[in-house]
């Protein structure tokens, strides 16, 4: 069932890709709410027209990530790359944006981009974002736009975004989000998977999968409603800033003791 999630939304992404490298025309999404108009404010030489014909998000993290000079951000599920070139500009070219999506057609749009706005201090990486294809501890910040709603695990993004994240980075996605009254069901009658509906968590769901990531200062904040009971949210919350980085818990943990794994019993010769 996951691979069959993955493969819809690959597909469904990958021919709205398709329709703006090739024709350049605007990708489509049938909920109200969703798509460009987050982005709308901006002036026209900010951004690739490519960039902004293919969002397809539900809201501009970037405009709530508070974003500084030198840090590195990650954008996940980033399409044609409009979240991770806004990034770029804020971070200077001290900082890094960084890219990863499924989608090859996607990929090859964002690159693009990336090539016509002049960014240098950017880079798309193919991936999953349930097996983020990162180091640990090496990213300041995590946005995303209208995307962990659509992974088949989320418990996996969530702690893959806590992973990657340093001591004291952050999040700041936008996303699809129920109400907590709502149950799966009734989520799917309002609209598709692939249309950002069906498999969007509820609020109480959200927090809770942040929480057991080992996330904090969890806050949802509902800015528009895109169906019945279905809210576009701003999602932020926070790596904890004392948590032990992978380098530490390695220096933590006791070494096997070597001799007896090998049959050894210690000393100057075995037994």
């Known amino acids: 069932m996951t691979e ?54 539900c809201g501009n993290p970037t405009a709530v990530a508070e974003l500084h000079e030198g840090e590195r951000v990650l954008d996940l599920g980033s399409g044609g790359g409009i979240d991770v070139l806004l990034s770029a500009k ?4 001290t ?16 690159r693009r981009n990336a090539t016509e706005a002049g960014a240098t201090n950017v880079e798309f990486l193919r991936g999953r974002i349930e097996e983020i294809p990162l180091p640990a501890d090496s990213i300041d910040v995590v946005i995303s736009n209208c995307v962990v709603n659509l ?47 069906a498999g969007a968590l509820s ?29 576009s949210v701003i999602i932020r919350a926070a790596k904890p800033a004392d948590a032990p980085t992978v380098e530490q818990l390695a220096a933590a943990t006791p070494r096997a003791d070597l001799s007896l794994a090998s049959g050894c019993c210690g000393g100057g010769g075995c037994c």
């Open 151 to 197: 992974a088949a695990d989320k418990g996996a993004v969530f702690a893959e975004i806590a992973r990657v994240l340093r001591p004291g980075g952050r999040i700041g996605i936008a996303d699809i989000v129920a109400d907590d009254a709502l149950t799966p069901d009734q989520r799917a009658e309002r609209g598709s998977y692939v249309g950002c509906i």
């Open 4 to 57: 069959q999630f993955h493969d819809e939304v690959r597909e469904h992404y990958a021919q709205a890709a398709a329709g703006v490298l090739t024709n350049y025309a605007a990708a489509c999404c049938d909920e109200p709410g969703i798509g460009p108009e987050p982005y709308r404010a901006l002036q026209r030489e900010e951004l690739p027209d490519g960039a902004v014909l293919a969002s397809l998000g």
């Open 203 to 231: 609020f109480s769901e959200y927090e809770s999968g942040l929480r057991a990531a080992g996330l904090t200062d969890i806050s949802l904040t509902s800015t528009h409603s895109v169906a019945d009971g279905m809210q």
């Open 90 to 93: 804020r971070v200077g070219p």
């Open 95 to 110: 900082g890094r944006a960084i890219g990863l999506d499924m989608t090859d057609e996607m990929l090859a749009l964002a």
